[in-house]
């Protein structure tokens, strides 16, 4: 048998007449696992095959998404060519003509419905040069202040947590290198074995080495299986629960005094607070029973070190960031941070989560993390972009106040860079009457995505295989993805494309950038002296270096592995801890007769976000082929929901249908979707409009439902 394949092997490799090699970072996760495409020529064909390459990280591992990755990037159906819609049919145009459509629309909008009619909506999926130079492009090139991106829905609430209590937003202060020496580890609503795979050797040498680790999910998932103990809380009531470990640390006295007197803000509020609060209540609220509560933070508290990790299950709550705020009150209460092995995670989601959320494409930011409503901060960005501080728009509005503002009819034409909102979006209904609403909208994509089936023009732009530029990974480490296959057709960067429009605007002299490096150098100078420092980084650097984890502030500087060593980044040196109430204080939609079960929604190993690039890799789309329903037996029992069978699921927004999953390892008053899929699966369309107050996060994670069988068969 072996000896036929190596026959078969040889004769095949006798036939590969060129074999070239291409290096990159998988377009998927914040891991940014580097990889190679390797690209062998046969007389009639091509074949690829996707290896991975050792790197500080991910040390050459890589999980299916980033091994097939490219069936999507060589899809028959990616862009190659503009597409201008004319009657309700998407034509080839050339690229001049695309622009001058543009400008012609863009003025006309500005002109008759004012500056702030343009709205420009960008990611987290892009590199730090276009999430830059978009922001850069809305400030400059259109005047608008409004431009805000996907990463509001993913990052915001972790971002607003960690900057109120730490003073600064990296999503991990540490290096990953430290998990394994860690003694506890708190898994809050994360997932990573199906969303980060590649980190999960991390917790497996950890427990190797003896630690003890807590997972907290309504459900069991791939990676509650390696906890050793395992909270299956209520959706929506980790803020609670956080209460209760924080109570039972502080009562058995696992606080740590000094610490806390020398770098802590608002420990006796919070201390006061929790201590009047009852574990009876908790338990009530949160489902988790008092023993497993104790159990939990006794260990935590018990051992020398510690880590927390949040992630979208605690943070996609209109309570999000508070309730990432009680989790970093357990850490600081506990004095574990700011020292080797002990420290925070939030786990960043899109493989340029962390980057993209420092350099100007929030609606309240400017490059390096400063803040567009400080007069210092424009004074500098202004200087280096060379404007007038003046002149810069002032705060926007969230990603999804931008559908409101459309429909309200402030904002009229969208320039949307590499999101799908009518999917991705709450209140997705609402969202797609937005899209059809406004009176221009252009798309940036690789594909006709849902939302770029509902633009007037659809740019087409490059994949991770071809656009070189920097990604900042989960640690916070700046990479450089030196991406350079030839493009297909006729495509264009997203910084080309930015650069081009800025030119046809009249503002090119503001865009005159002819590679991702001189974009990148400028990016340093004006992230010098803010938060998130990157003056210090060059892609020399980068190549030689292999990735520098920011602050870097000067060409000397190694980097900073290790947060909080010596202070923390708030003016007065301290962590500002606050009392969290156990229930919001704008309340979550309940269970009641009508909608009697909770819904969450997240995602499988196999597909990535609305599903738009994961679909269209062969590999990845047979392992799901469509959305389902994970329902406990004895819930689907009760409403007459047999295993594998379409489930009409309602709640007070609207309906959709997927099949079901039963699952002995579900709460029974849960049911959870992923939202891969779109339009009659899109479970969008039963999430609610409401968000977090602080930082705009919608609450994608709880909403009331109803369900009833497709077809009945209980009466046959
Ligand atoms: N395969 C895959 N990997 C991905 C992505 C993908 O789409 N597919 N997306 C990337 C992106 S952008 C992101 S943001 C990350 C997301 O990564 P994660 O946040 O890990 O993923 P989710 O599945 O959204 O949610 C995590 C867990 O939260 C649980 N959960 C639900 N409600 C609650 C709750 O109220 N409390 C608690 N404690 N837990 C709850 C869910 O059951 C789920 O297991 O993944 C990244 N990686
Ligand atoms: N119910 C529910 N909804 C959620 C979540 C949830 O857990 N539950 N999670 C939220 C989270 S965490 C996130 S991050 C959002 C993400 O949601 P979206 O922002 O909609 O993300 P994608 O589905 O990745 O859409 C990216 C689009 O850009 C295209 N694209 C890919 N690469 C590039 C590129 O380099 N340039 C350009 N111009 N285009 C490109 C893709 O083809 C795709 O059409 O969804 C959020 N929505
Ligand atoms: S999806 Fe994430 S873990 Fe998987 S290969 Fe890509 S970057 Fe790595
Ligand atoms: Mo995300």
């Given at each position: 048998m072996t000896e036929l394949f190596l026959k078969y092997y040889r004769t095949q490799q006798q036939k590969v007449q060129l074999e070239k090699t291409y290096d990159t970072q998988c377009p998927y996760c914040s891991m940014q696992c580097k990889m190679q495409l390797i690209e062998q020529s046969f007389v009639t064909r091509k074949k690829y095959l996707t290896i991975g390459k050792d790197n500080p990280t991910t040390e050459g591992r890589l999980c299916i998404k980033g091994m097939n990755a490219h069936q999507h990037a060589f899809s028959r159906e990616r862009l190659k060519y503009p597409l201008l819609k004319v009657n309700g049919e998407f034509v080839r145009i050339s690229w001049e003509e695309a622009f001058e459509h543009i400008k012609e629309n863009f003025v006309e909008i500005q002109s008759k419905d004012g500056q702030n009619a343009l709205a420009v909506y960008g990611s987290a999926s892009i590199t730090n040069e276009e999430a830059y130079l978009l922001g850069k492009f809305a400030r400059v090139a259109l005047k608008t202040k409004y431009i805000d991106y996907n990463g509001r829905l993913c990052m915001s609430a972790a971002a607003s947590a960690a900057i109120q209590t730490f003073g600064i937003d990296r999503g991990f202060t540490n290096s990953l290198a430290e998990i394994p020496f860690t003694g506890c580890i708190i898994l809050a609503g994360t997932n990573i074995a199906e969303c980060q795979p590649t980190i999960m050797p991390y917790f497996e040498k950890a427990k190797e080495n003896g630690a003890y680790i807590i997972a907290i999910d309504p459900r069991e998932t791939a990676t509650t299986k390696i906890a050793d103990l395992h909270l299956k809380l209520k959706p929506g009531t980790d803020a609670a629960l956080a209460n209760g470990l924080l109570k039972v640390i502080i009562e058995e006295n696992y606080i740590d005094e000094a610490f806390l007197q020398k770098r802590v803000n608002g420990f006796e509020e919070v201390k006061d607070y929790v201590l009047s609060l009852k574990l009876e209540e908790i338990e009530e609220m949160t489902g988790v029973p008092i023993e497993q509560i104790r159990k939990a933070a006794i260990r935590?508290?018990?051992?020398?070190?510690?880590?927390?990790?949040?992630?979208?299950?605690?943070?996609?709550?209109?309570?999000?960031?508070?309730?990432?705020?009680?989790?970093?009150?357990?850490?600081?209460?506990?004095?574990?941070?700011?020292?080797?092995?002990?420290?925070?995670?939030?786990?960043?989601?899109?493989?340029?989560?962390?980057?993209?959320?420092?350099?100007?494409?929030?609606?309240?930011?400017?490059?390096?993390?400063?803040?567009?409503?400080?007069?210092?901060?424009?004074?500098?960005?202004?200087?280096?972009?060379?404007?007038?501080?003046?002149?810069?728009?002032?705060?926007?509005?969230?990603?999804?106040?931008?559908?409101?503002?459309?429909?309200?009819?402030?904002?009229?034409?969208?320039?949307?860079?590499?999101?799908?909102?009518?999917?991705?979006?709450?209140?997705?209904?609402?969202?797609?009457?937005?899209?059809?609403?406004?009176?221009?909208?252009?798309?940036?994509?690789?594909?006709?995505?849902?939302?770029?089936?509902?633009?007037?023009?659809?740019?087409?732009?490059?994949?991770?295989?071809?656009?070189?530029?920097?990604?900042?990974?989960?640690?916070?480490?700046?990479?450089?993805?030196?991406?350079?296959?030839?493009?297909?057709?006729?495509?264009?960067?997203?910084?080309?494309?930015?650069?081009?429009?800025?030119?046809?605007?009249?503002?090119?002299?503001?865009?005159?950038?002819?590679?991702?490096?001189?974009?990148?150098?400028?990016?340093?100078?004006?992230?010098?002296?803010?938060?998130?420092?990157?003056?210090?980084?060059?892609?020399?650097?980068?190549?030689?270096?292999?990735?520098?984890?920011?602050?870097?502030?000067?060409?000397?500087?190694?980097?900073?592995?290790?947060?909080?060593?010596?202070?923390?980044?708030?003016?007065?040196?301290?962590?500002?801890?606050?009392?969290?109430?156990?229930?919001?204080?704008?309340?979550?939609?309940?269970?009641?007769?009508?909608?009697?079960?909770?819904?969450?929604?997240?995602?499988?190993?196999?597909?990535?976000?609305?599903?738009?690039?994961?679909?269209?890799?062969?590999?990845?789309?047979?392992?799901?082929?469509?959305?389902?329903?994970?329902?406990?037996?004895?819930?689907?029992?009760?409403?007459?929901?047999?295993?594998?069978?379409?489930?009409?699921?309602?709640?007070?927004?609207?309906?959709?249908?997927?099949?079901?999953?039963?699952?002995?390892?579900?709460?029974?008053?849960?049911?959870?979707?992923?939202?891969?899929?779109?339009?009659?699966?899109?479970?969008?369309?039963?999430?609610?409009?409401?968000?977090?107050?602080?930082?705009?996060?919608?609450?994608?994670?709880?909403?009331?439902?109803?369900?009833?069988?497709?077809?009945?068969?209980?009466?046959?």
């Open positions: 935590f508290g018990k051992e020398e070190t510690g880590m927390i990790f949040t992630a979208r299950g605690v943070e996609q709550q209109t309570d999000g960031s508070i309730s990432v705020r009680n989790f970093l009150n357990i850490l600081i209460a506990s004095g574990k941070i700011g020292k080797p092995n002990c420290g925070f995670g939030a786990i960043t989601g899109q493989g340029n989560g962390q980057g993209a959320r420092e350099h100007g494409q929030k609606a309240d930011q400017l490059p390096g993390y400063r803040s567009i409503d400080n007069e210092e901060h424009r004074a500098y960005v202004a200087s280096v972009w060379g404007v007038n501080k003046d002149e810069l728009p002032g705060k926007g509005v969230s990603a999804y106040e931008m559908m409101e503002k459309i429909h309200e009819g402030e904002i009229t034409g969208m320039f949307l860079m590499c999101s799908n909102p009518v999917v991705s979006n709450p209140n997705a209904q609402f969202v797609r009457e937005a899209m059809k609403k406004l009176k221009f909208l252009v798309a940036v994509d690789l594909f006709v995505s849902e939302t770029a089936r509902l633009a007037d023009l659809i740019l087409p732009t490059s994949s991770y295989l071809e656009d070189e530029g920097t990604m900042t990974n989960v640690e916070g480490r700046v990479t450089l993805r030196e991406a350079n296959y030839p493009v297909p057709g006729e495509v264009k960067h997203d910084w080309q494309i930015i650069c081009d429009i800025a030119r046809v605007l009249g503002k090119g002299e503001y865009f005159s950038f002819s590679s991702a490096e001189e974009i990148f150098n400028e990016l340093r100078v004006a992230s010098r002296g803010g938060f998130a420092d990157y003056y210090g980084i060059t892609y020399d650097r980068l190549r030689k270096e292999g990735g520098l984890l920011w602050p870097c502030p000067d060409l000397d500087h190694k980097g900073t592995v290790r947060l909080f060593e010596a202070s923390f980044a708030h003016r007065d040196g301290r962590a500002a801890m606050v009392a969290v109430p156990n229930k919001p204080v704008i309340p979550k939609e309940q269970a009641c007769e009508e909608f009697p079960l909770y819904l969450t929604t997240g995602r499988v190993m196999s597909h990535y976000l609305t599903g738009v690039q994961t679909r269209k890799s062969p590999a990845l789309a047979a392992r799901n082929v469509e959305s389902f329903m994970e329902i406990h037996p004895s819930t689907a029992m009760k409403y007459r929901i047999q295993d594998n069978t379409l489930v009409k699921i309602e709640s007070r927004r609207g309906s959709i249908t997927v099949r079901s999953k039963w699952s002995e390892t579900i709460r029974q008053d849960t049911v959870f979707v992923p939202f891969h899929w779109a339009d009659s699966q899109n479970v969008n369309n039963l999430v609610s409009k409401e968000l977090d107050p602080t930082c705009r996060m919608p609450g994608f994670k709880v909403s009331a439902v109803k369900l009833s069988p497709v077809m009945d068969l209980s009466s046959n």
